[in-house]
């Protein structure tokens, strides 16, 4: 589960990044995750708050945030602590994570989270499945800790219980659970509490995390993939698990994705979006419920900037700023304001302001950054 924030190389929306940003909220509210308050489950997007100051969003079983002034921000579930409150309390409404005002990208798994700060220091707190947290054990902490010393990281992703990084020297680093699916792609499935390098190479640019699965870019904008393949979701033409990247077909046109549960979005340099793996529920957006392993494109629009996938629902956002949503949508994750599913991209309201998603490969709610 990528969630620093989702930025793609190809087509740009019309928003301004730096227009000031409010905050919404939709679907599975059972712990507080969505921020309003209360635990009512909401089918369409609800704002959190007045604040227009929101700069960031990630999602796990519980919610994380940033505000333009560098504040850390978090709640919903917290069993594990993954608030980095110092306590295992949950919350509904939005609490400051200590007085700190230098944190800069955040993404977070179903129970652990993960942030930058300024300086490029890494630091994580929540549960340490399968040692996720990178410390060198399994021990959960409910406060941030940096890992290591060093100041040299560049992008942050969660999976399952899995975590993957990048440095600013391009190499690509991972951690936690490794178990039966190889995705950390250090060639084996052995679990690692502490970072490990996968391979040598110095030209990775761009990471997202699957549930069991990862994946990455490299500086010629070939797509790799590892872990995982039970529904097809490296997109590499089986259901092989790979405990190594491999690349996903020729093309070296790639240039924003996401993993789900089991299955994988992105889109190309050319504005089109494509996806794979698994398609219960329709979360491919194909218009049917057949699995696939190989990419295959989504419509024939080449208008897409951004994808995140949930657990069993997939959001894109277009470069004029619209969000479109389909996939399972029991809870009302999908923000249409009902329960139905759609194998289909449908839009959500028609509002054409939407800057930023949150994903998960675990999460059944929604968080949006609106300008």
Known sequence: MLFQKLMGKGPASVISP???????????????????????????????????????????????????????????????????????????????????????????????????????????????????????????RSSPVQLGTLATWSQITAGGYHSITLKTDGTLWAWGRNENSGQLGLADTVSRSSPVQVGTLTTWTMIAGGSSHSLATKSDGTLWAWGSSLRGQLGLSDVVDRSSPVQVGTLATWSQFSGSLNSSLAVKTDGTLWAWGQNTNGILG??????????????????????????????AIKTDGTLWAWGYNADGRLGLGNVAYRSSPVQVGTLATWTTIAKVPQASHSLALRA
């Open 18 to 140: 730096s227009a000031p940003k409010t905050l919404w909220g939709w679907g599975n509210n059972t712990d507080g995750q969505l921020g309003l308050g209360d635990i009512i489950n909401r089918s369409s997007p609800v704002q959190t708050g007045s604040l227009t100051t929101w700069s960031a969003v990630a999602i796990g079983n519980h919610s994380l945030a940033t505000k333009s002034d560098g504040t850390l921000w978090a709640w919903g579930v917290n069993t594990h602590g993954q608030h980095g409150l110092g306590d295992v309390a949950s919350r509904s409404s939005p609490v400051q994570v200590g007085a700190l005002a230098t944190w800069s990208k955040i993404t977070s798994g179903p129970a652990h989270s993960l942030s930058l700060k300024t300086d490029g220091t890494l630091w994580v707190w929540g549960r340490s499945y399968s040692g996720s947290l990178g410390l060198g054990d399994i021990v959960s």
């Open 286 to 315: 194909l218009d049917d419920i057949m699995h696939r392993s190989s990419p295959v494109q989504v419509g024939t629009l080449a208008t897409w900037s951004q994808v995140a996938g949930g657990s069993s629902f997939s959001l």
